[in-house]
């Protein structure tokens, strides 16, 4: 896990197990395992683990981190979080 300094904003995070695995549409497990094999990038502060929407929406479409798309991938990501 990757640790950060304070979020910018709580409306692009997802805080928590049971809110990030709703969203994905999967169970809590599965949810800890894709954090746990860094397949899906998080970052703990203090004890709250806190994935960005846009890792998670990369995530859905691409099944790759944000930071490991290209240009157009990163732009229709964008896109569709706003």
Known sequence: MTY???????SQ???GIPVIASYLGFGKT???EL???EQLKSYRVGKKIMVRKTDVDSFIMFEK???KLTR???TIVNCESE
């Open 4 to 10: 950060s300094k304070k979020p910018q904003s709580d």
């Open 13 to 15: 995070w997802l805080t």
């Open 30 to 32: 599965k949810t800890s």
């Open 35 to 37: 954090i746990k094999s």
């Open 65 to 67: 981190p944000f930071n």
């Open 72 to 74: 157009p991938q990163k």
